[in-house]
Structures are given as structure tokens and as C-alpha cells.
């Protein structure tokens, strides 16, 4: 079992930048892919950025690619997402996610975090 908590979402105008972070506890997060994905009101869970266990390899989204980074830090079980050039369109909540293998296919997930709100004003 992992348990994961998110962090750091709030308030931002257009523009501006927000770092989360997902601290993980229980098994080693070492052991696990983690992503993040994001849901707007009405919509489906999307994949935003996902990074491998070693934090080797990365992949992201098309519409959050140059904006956003994803990192990891495996001493302190806690993965990262750096938010830059923030737009309206990124209000959504963000959850993060460990899985065995490395994939942006959010049904293939087996641990979730509670989500954080993240709200982009014009």
C-alpha cells in the first residue's frame, strides 16, 4: 500500500507558477512510477506528466509541454510538478498516482492521492 498526499495548489493569475508536490508513505516510492493528472469540472481525468521510478524518464501532455516539469525525489518519497506560464485552462484539481510501470494511462494507476486544487484567473 502507498498512501499519497498532494500539495501546493491554490490561487495563481495567468501566468504565474505553482509547485506541487505528492509526498508518498507506506512502501517505498522508489518502487513506482508516478504521474499526475488533472480533472475540470465535467470532465474526464487527463494525463498531465508522468516520471519513471529512477526519475529517468519523463513524458508529458502536449498542452503542458515547455510549461510544466515533473521531478522526483526518491530520498524524501516526494514527486514534484512545476508549474510555469500558467493559463486558465490548467484550473482543474490535480491528483497524483503510482503504478508499477511507467504509463499515461490513468485506469492503470493503483494508488491516488486526494487531489489539490489548482484555479488559473485571466
Known amino acids: 500500500q502507498v498512501q499519497l498526499v498532494e500539495s501546493g495548489g491554490g490561487l495563481v493569475q495567468a501566468g504565474g507558477s505553482l509547485r506541487l508536490s505528492c509526498a508518498a508513505s507506506?512502501?517505498?516510492?522508489?518502487?513506482?512510477?508516478m504521474g499526475w493528472f488533472r480533472q475540470a469540472p465535467g470532465k474526464e481525468r487527463d494525463f498531465v506528466a508522468a516520471i519513471s521510478r529512477s526519475g529517468g524518464s519523463t513524458y508529458y501532455a502536449d498542452s503542458v509541454k515547455g510549461r510544466f516539469t515533473i521531478s522526483r525525489d526518491n530520498a524524501k518519497n516526494t514527486v514534484y510538478l512545476q508549474m510555469n506560464s500558467l493559463k486558465p485552462e490548467d484550473t482543474a484539481v490535480y491528483y497524483c498516482?503510482?503504478?508499477?510501470?511507467?504509463?499515461?494511462?490513468?485506469?492503470?494507476?493503483?494508488?491516488w492521492g486526494q487531489g489539490t486544487q489548482v484555479t488559473v484567473s485571466s
Open positions: 507506506g512502501r517505498t516510492s522508489s518502487n513506482y512510477a
Open positions: 498516482a503510482a503504478d508499477g510501470i511507467l504509463t499515461m494511462v490513468p485506469r492503470s494507476y493503483d494508488y
